[in-house]
């Protein structure tokens, strides 16, 4: 019904960015909050930034002033900048989205199947 495909992972150094990216496509009627998820070998997964409808953000501590999510609603898409990245940041990254397919539907969730980053010297 929906998908969620993410682009821009890959391998980085300390102190380097990368931009990942994520658009929805399918049956969509309109789009909730937006967000990043990461998951890192042995460890449970956890929020990274969320972007409601109207643009309002929010952050877990640990990457506050170095990752900017941002959406586009005309493209259903939502960006994570990450920048001065860690060897903690190291992980999948999964897109995630709360999506409404018809006018009277329900809104339901939905995940990307994850993007591999990697920032190691």
């Known amino acids: 019904q929906v998908q969620l495909v993410e682009s821009g992972g890959g391998l980085a150094e300390p102190g380097g960015s990368l931009r990942l990216s994520c658009t929805a496509s399918g049956s969509i009627f309109s789009i909730g909050a937006m967000g990043w998820y990461r998951q890192a070998p042995g460890k449970q997964r956890e929020l990274v930034a969320i972007?409601?409808?109207?643009?309002?953000?929010n952050y877990r501590i640990s990457v506050k002033g170095r990752f900017i999510i941002s959406r586009d609603n005309a493209k259903n898409a939502v960006r994570l900048q990450m920048n001065s990245l860690k060897p903690e940041d190291t992980a999948v990254y999964y897109c995630?989205?709360?999506?409404?397919?018809?006018?009277?539907?329900?809104?339901?969730?939905?995940w990307g199947l994850g993007t591999q980053v990697t920032v190691s010297s």
């Open positions: 995630n989205a709360d999506v409404k397919g018809s006018l009277y539907g329900d809104y339901s969730e939905y």
């Open positions: 972007i409601g409808s109207r643009g309002d953000k």
